[in-house]
């Protein structure tokens, strides 16, 4: 009886020992807002490339999943194939300390002196990468201190098609359906889709933003509507 016991208490200690083993070799979630892809190892790999964009590794998230997406030409210019030749500071901000008119928008494209940055509403910290990737998408596409109606539906219409990018890859970016952020890229999806696939509805939008009401119609580089 003694050695039956012996033999079932040896075996409770490998099953144990066995499951313990396949538990560990099952990736743990890194980041509950992040898409599986991106494990603890995953964001440490691509930090280096990022890290002079920003001190967020949100933004790290973010960038990386616009590979593959209209959105290159955006993650390139952030990293400093720009106007300026440098990476473009990306950081979250609260807007009203650069202007009051400023505190309701969602990012804001900025340049002071030779640098760009890309200054996100603080209230967007917690949004889903893939709604931040979208939102870059169009930021990104500011480089100078001159903007149009043209240039912001061209932006406007890069980060929808973006977003239905994202979605289609990474579906989860839009669980969040109480975000502010996601709720603004659905928008625009609708619009974009709408339109079926191009800025009809978008441009219609962008014309009658009060926001813009002082936007001359065109600007350098983006001359046509």
């Not at 039956?4 to 313990?20: D, E, H, P, Q, R």
């Not at 500071?89 to 900025?110: M, N, P, R």
């Not at 999806?189 to 191009?198: A, I, N």
């Not at 962008?206 to 350098?220: A, H, M």
């Amino acid at each position: 009886m003694r050695k039956i016991k012996n033999l079932l208490s040896i075996s409770l200690v490998m099953f144990t020992l066995a499951g313990a083993a396949l538990a560990a070799e099952k990736p743990a979630i890194y980041n509950k807002k992040y898409p599986a892809k991106y494990t603890e190892e995953y964001v440490s790999n691509i930090k280096p490339i990022y890290k002079k964009i920003s001190k967020d590794e949100v933004i790290y998230v973010a960038l990386d999943m616009l590979k593959g997406t209209n959105g290159e030409f955006s993650r390139k210019a952030i990293l400093g194939n720009n106007l300026t030749g440098e990476p473009i500071k990306v950081e979250f901000k609260d807007l009203s300390e650069i202007g009051k008119e400023y505190s309701g928008f969602d990012a804001l494209g900025w340049k002071k002196g030779n640098k760009l940055y890309i200054f996100i509403n603080q209230k967007h910290r917690t949004a889903p990468p893939g709604a931040l990737a979208a939102l870059l998408s169009h930021e990104a596409l500011h480089q100078d201190e001159y903007n149009s109606l043209a240039e912001e539906t061209y932006a406007w219409t890069m980060e929808a098609s973006v977003w239905c990018e994202i979605l289609r890859v990474f579906p989860e970016s839009a669980d969040d359906t109480h975000n502010s952020l996601v709720a603004r890229e659905n928008t625009l999806k609708k619009l974009f889709e709408r339109g079926k696939y191009s800025d009809k509805y978008i441009k219609k939008t962008v014309w009658s933003n009060d926001g813009y009401k002082n936007l001359p119609t065109t600007s350098p580089g983006f001359e046509d509507l």
